[in-house]
């Protein structure tokens, strides 16, 4: 472990510089400061300070407001309480605000150096997986996440609606059952080349084609561009083809081609097999996309979906949510134990 950057706030000018000192022979570098408004200046100017020692009863600001600061500017920094027997509740307030540990004074000097080497190692890890985080992001390739184009639904763009829905719907019963399920079916040429995508949205229509006639933008339905119910509601009056018999239907799904109504992928949605997670995520979000096509060189290997994406998310969250938690009831039930003694 590296040395330890350290601050010492405490409006007692005798025991800032004596701690300095010995902490000096121990090639523990540290700050100093001699009130809360001094130490938050020489916080936001140095930002790599591992630990914080902090005296909760000093003139001006005290050091239970000072803590909500520093946990503001930099939370990551470690905060050890000083305190006095008459102020061992703010102490106990303190740790559930966030500090590591506190120390009564007068504080025994080899306790402090083990509390201030304890704190640190906590600011390292800390800082450690934040790192992994970024690095597993930048790092990480997407064939772990892709669905494989074998996988996925496919259809020729010869086909009919109705051949679509069923190629769907295989596809549904093959697909791991843990994983989101399909919403859309690749149209492909008869080189195998994936010339199109056909979504839920896309087949519905194709059932009724006098919705292409008022089609609204992709990515604004008459809803979203301000129309209300009502008005929608009289524009579906035009178009009663959901209320005629069956066979009205079973008939346009075997006459409609899925050529005419699939959806042609633009160049801003084909990503590179090799991209990081960093680049999947920002390219998904920026460009609004659903999915993604995987390429290999010129070839299509894959899907990658926002919604496989985000659920890679969320798992991360609530495995660093789970350590974070075991970590803070760690600190609780020190704080109990010594509150109690």
Not at 23 to 32: C, E, V, W
Not at 226 to 254: C, H, M
Request: hydrophobic share 40%.
């Amino acid at each position: 472990m590296t040395v330890p950057s350290i601050m010492l706030v405490d409006d007692e000018v005798s025991f800032v510089k004596t701690t300095a000192k010995r902490l000096a022979k121990r090639n523990i570098d540290t700050i100093t400061a001699f009130s809360a408004e001094e130490g938050l200046e020489k916080l936001a100017t140095n930002q790599d300070i591992d630990v914080i020692v902090l005296d909760i009863k000093m003139p001006g600001m005290d050091g239970i407001e000072a803590l909500k600061e520093i946990k503001k500017v930099s939370p990551l920094t470690e905060v050890i309480m000083l305190t006095g027997h008459a102020t061992i509740e703010s102490a106990i307030e303190g740790m559930k605000l966030g500090a590591f540990d506190f120390l009564r004074k007068p504080c025994d000097f080899e306790e402090l150096v083990d509390k201030l080497e304890g704190a640190a190692k906590k600011k390292q890890a800390h800082g450690e997986k934040i790192d992994a985080w970024k690095s597993f992001l930048q790092s990480s390739t997407l064939k772990g996440l892709m669905v494989p184009l074998v996988e996925y639904a496919t259809v020729s763009e010869d086909a009919n609606i109705l051949e679509a829905i069923n190629a769907l719907e295989e596809a549904q019963k093959a697909f791991d059952p843990k994983r989101y399920r399909h919403r859309a079916v690749l149209v492909i040429d008869k080189k195998n080349h994936v010339v199109g995508k056909l979504s839920q949205h896309d087949i519905i229509q194709a059932l009724e084609p006098k919705y292409a006639e008022s089609k609204a933008p992709k990515k604004g339905a008459l809803a979203h561009l301000g129309f209300g119910r009502k008005f929608i509601e009289t524009v579906s009056l035009q178009y009663s083809e959901w209320d005629k018999p069956l066979q009205n239907l079973y008939k346009k799904a075997l006459e409609q081609k899925v050529n005419a109504f699939m959806y042609k992928p633009t160049e801003g949605e084909y990503i590179n097999v090799s991209a990081t997670m960093d680049e999947t995520i920002h390219q998904l979000i920026i460009g609004q996309h659903h999915s993604l096509l995987v390429t290999d060189g010129s070839v299509i290997v894959g899907v990658v979906r926002l919604t496989d994406v985000f659920e890679f998310i969320c798992l991360r969250l609530k495995t660093m949510q789970i350590a974070v938690s075991s970590e803070e009831n760690a600190n609780s039930s020190d704080a109990h134990h010594q509150e109690e003694g």
